[in-house]
C-alpha cells in the first residue's frame, strides 16, 4: 500500500512539472512596449524607434549589448539601467550628461558637459542661454576644475576668452568683465566674488587682476 502511494506521488510529481514546463515556454514574452524613463535632451520617441529591432525580441533571452550598441551612439547618455517587466515591457532608464557650456575652438564647435567631457554641437532645445567658451578643451577643462574648488559657478559667466598668452577674460551677465593674470588666476577670483555682493562696486564694469597684487576698476 505504501509502495503504490509513493509511486503515484512520485508520478503526479512528474506529470505535473512537465505540464509546467510546458505551459511556460508556451507562453511568449516578447517585447511589445518599450518605456524611455529620465530623458530630456533626446525625444523619447526618437529613441524607440532607434531601438525598433528590439520589438518582438524574447525578454527572457534578451541580448543587453544590443540596446548598449544603439544607446552608445547618443554621446550625452552616460549610462542606463533597463528593468525587464513581465510579460512584455521593456523598461530603459538613462542618465544623461548635462550641458554646461558651449566650447569654440576656430570652426568647430562642442558642447562642454558636467562630467568634463566634450560633445560635437548640435543645436539642443532649450540650451540657448548656455555660456560661451572661446579656447581651447585642454584649457577649459583646467579652467573648469579651478572654478569648481572656489564654487564659482560658471552660469553667471556669459563668454569666457582665452588669449594666446593662456590669460582668461570673463564676460559676466551683470556685464562685467574680469580680467585675469595667466598665473595664481583663483586668488582673483575670490577676490571678485567677495567683491561682488558690495554696492560699492557696482559702478564698476572692469575689474582688472593683471597686475599682481593690484586691482584696477574702470
Known sequence: MKKRLIIGLTLFLILTTYRSQNLFLDIKFNV??????????????????????????????????????????????????????????????????????VLQNKKRKFYFTDNKDFVNFNDLGGYEDL???????????????ELNKINFSIDRIKKFYLYESDRWDLYTRQDKIIKLPIKDYHISLKNYLNLRTDKNFDKYQIFDYRIKNQLILK
Open 32 to 101: 511589445e512596449e518599450i518605456i524611455i524613463e529620465n530623458s530630456f535632451i533626446y525625444n523619447k520617441k526618437d529613441i524607440k524607434k532607434d531601438l525598433i529591432s528590439i520589438y518582438n525580441t524574447n525578454l527572457l533571452f534578451l541580448d543587453t549589448q544590443l540596446i548598449q550598441k544603439i544607446l552608445v551612439k547618443k554621446k550625452f547618455i552616460q549610462s542606463y539601467e533597463i528593468k525587464k517587466i513581465f510579460p512584455n515591457t521593456l523598461k530603459i532608464k538613462v542618465f544623461e550628461k548635462k550641458p554646461l557650456a
Open 131 to 145: 555660456p560661451i567658451v572661446f579656447g581651447k578643451k585642454k584649457n577649459f577643462k583646467i579652467f573648469y576644475s
